[in-house]
């Protein structure tokens, strides 16, 4: 029932709250394991195609597709990564857009799995385990449907509110989300994420709080 009303119980990555704006969060995450996909969204059925992939490696349904073979919790959120698809904008993490554009998938390991070593290796060849660093993203959390129309103008929005306060935008935006596709989409949690560039006119007298779990922080809707 907690799934279907939109509770959050499994893991979910650590990060430092660096500045918090009326419309945004700065971040920076601790450094962690993930397992990835690339595909093409036409050939294998939709953006999130590459979902089962990644949870048949970890086991989530059926016998683990890795070489232990061992079970691996699920954890939240899951990774989608975009590719520019609009002016003056920059990713279950998903990478990628609408069309034959490729789509990269992510789950973010538990932290018992400090290194890409750690992790058992995929049977599947198209899995990848690597390690990620510390990073940082401006963040905006939403409900409902994250539609790749809905994305595509949360992440321009996102975008011009970091670059009017004076942060630089990295690369692709990212698509985070933390619940099953049967929740209801009212209660569902996601989140837009742009990496960006240190700002220390505004993060310099800001509190450093310790890393936390990002389900203990409330974003702008």
């Known amino acids: 029932m907690g799934l279907i009303l939109g509770k959050i119980s499994v893991e979910t990555p650590k990060y430092q709250l660096i500045h918090k704006a009326a419309d945004y969060e700065i971040r920076t995450y601790a450094p962690s394991v993930l397992a990835e996909v690339t595909y093409d969204p036409a050939v294998l059925g939709g953006r999130d195609a590459g979902f089962m992939i990644l949870a048949n490696y970890i086991g989530a349904v059926g016998e683990p597709q890795n ?35 490729p789509v990269t998938m992510q789950f973010v390991l538990p932290a018992n799995y400090a290194k890409a070593e750690d992790a058992p290796r995929p049977t599947d060849e198209r899995v990848r385990i690597r390690e990620e660093g510390e990073r940082k993203y401006g963040v ?19 975008r011009r509110s970091l670059e009017r306060d004076g942060y630089k935008v990295v690369g692709e935006y990212v698509l985070a989300r933390y619940n099953p596709p049967w929740t209801l989409p009212p209660l569902r949690t996601n989140e837009e994420m742009e990496k960006v560039e240190n700002n220390f006119f505004l993060e310099q007298d800001q509190f450093l709080s310790p890393f936390k779990m990002s389900g203990e922080h409330l974003l702008v809707a």
Do not use: N, W, Y
């Open 140 to 158: 905006v959390r939403f409900s409902g449907l994250a539609t790749e129309a809905t994305t595509a103008d949360r992440a321009e929005r996102l």
């Open 67 to 101: 070489s232990r073979p061992e079970k691996i919790p699920m954890t939240a959120p899951v990774i989608t990564h975009s590719p520019q698809k609009i002016a003056m904008t920059a990713p279950v993490v998903t990478s990628g857009g609408g069309g034959s554009a």
